[in-house]
């Protein structure tokens, strides 16, 4: 019926959640942590509710909130946003993304991304009816490790006249790859050439890990006049289901949003941007001891994937590691994704969904390690049991 959402069903996050709990699998698959955030947080909302902040808080969010995302992204990569004008409340970072893009892409324009790509960049450019130009992320060894990467010239390629946007994801959901200083360098330069605007999706920017930093592309010469910033509370405070987001740039940039916005959510919950406003600015103890031991995490699956016979690429950040499931004799993610739940007691996401050539992640499958250890280890118990 919606013509221009053919091809779109449920998504892969919602089914795989839901084999899961019929099943009773361990979910690995739909990236949301099994732990609560930060006390304070929970309380600071909870106080809120009670003490009446029900109703519709301004349409461009709670200046507390604002403000707090502005001093944040100040102190810890020094930019400087005006809160009135330039950082704007979105029901998470998706309401952001989707707002973005139908602000800024006309029907046809192109849009340059990388895949495997989140699959929510693909529903906003088709409700747009704007065009993908992905650029593939390979597993290659370069001076950063072995990592998910992007050929300089493919991305020098997929840019054409009619290219509006580039998409980018770093820390990447699902490989895992914090883009370098280079590979940031080189979109900032495709954009300032070709008057490009860049929309950033760093919702995992606290999660990087073996000290690697997250560089945020609007820091990067040229580039915080024609970027668009997207960030939210899910990941950094554990509150996956708050949807609480931002989105920071330019005033004219900020401002299309805005339009656009208003009659999609028109606003986001009011109390809990008061309490995820304190914790940006109290908690950032407790959101470095989460990526530490996320850290661990990522090393405790891994282990556990490589022990069942999984092909297992690193991750430098984000909740998510890659698995080949080749060497355990399987060839079709979406097949094993579908049949783990009943086999192994253990559900994944298959990464052919994030590719649009699906064929290049046929042989992927995406494992989320944000739970508790012992999840983890009964996971990799019966993945080895299995395999
Ligand atoms: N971007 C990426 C890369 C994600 O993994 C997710 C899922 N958490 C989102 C955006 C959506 O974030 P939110 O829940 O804040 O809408
Ligand atoms: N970001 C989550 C993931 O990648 C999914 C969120 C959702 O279900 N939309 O697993």
Redesign the pocket.
Known sequence: LVTRMAGFGETVFAEMTRLADETGAINLGQ??PDTDGPRSLLEGAARRIAGGVNQYPPGSGRIELRTAVAEDRRTRYGLDHDPETEVYV????????AASVLALVEPGDEVVLFEPM?D?YSGAVALAQGVRRPVTLRPSADGAGTRFAFDPDELRAAVTPRTRMIIV?SP??PTGTVFTAAEMGLIAELCRDNDIVALT?E??EHLTYDGVAHLPLASFPGMAERTLS??????TFSV?GW???WVTGPAPLVRAVRTVNQFLTYSANGALQLAVADALRDEAEWVRAQRDALQGKRDRLAAGLAAAGFGVEPAQG??FLMADIRPLGFADGVETARSLPRLAGVAAVPAQVFYADQEKGRHLVRFAFCKKDGVLDEAAARLRAFG
């Open positions: 990236g949301f979105t029901v998470g970072a998706t309401a952001g993304i989140y929510s994801n990447h959901n999706d919702v995992y997207v960030s939210s509370a899910g990941k996956t949807k609480v987001g984000s909740y």
